[in-house]
């Protein structure tokens, strides 16, 4: 089992920067892929990024490249979502999660963690 958890989720202004982290625990595997995804109200949860917890590969969302960076310190078996420029939009719950697998569906994912709160005021 892996256990996760948020947090760094907050109320920023548009234009503005957070840091995300996911502390993870259990039995973190290295080939094990770390992703983050958001759920706004009324809204599917959607993909954002992912990273390959060894060899820090990433995939990012079109609705953050450019703006977010995902990253991973091994050592704290923390995975971090840096998010600039914020927009509006971009409020939502952000969850991480991991699988074994390389997708970027929720449904490919076994371990959630129960998320952090963004909201972005204009």
């Known amino acids: 089992q892996v256990q996760l958890v948020e947090s760094g989720g907050g109320l920023v202004q548009a234009g503005g920067s957070l840091r995300l982290s996911c502390a993870a625990s259990?039995?973190?595997?290295?080939?094990?892929?770390v992703g983050w995804f958001r759920q706004a109200p009324g809204k599917e949860r959607e993909f954002v990024a992912r990273i390959t917890w060894s060899s820090g590969l990433t995939f990012y969302a079109d609705s953050g490249k450019g703006r977010f960076t995902i990253s991973r310190d091994n050592a704290k078996n923390t995975v971090y979502l840096q998010m600039n420029s914020l927009k509006p939009e971009d409020t939502a719950a952000y969850y991480c999660?991991?699988?074994?697998?390389?997708?970027?569906?929720?449904?490919?994912?076994?371990?959630w963690g129960q998320g952090t709160q963004v909201t972005v005021s204009s």
């Open positions: 999660a991991a699988t074994r697998t390389w997708g970027t569906s929720p449904a490919h994912y076994d371990f």
């Open positions: 259990g039995r973190i595997f290295s080939n094990y892929v």
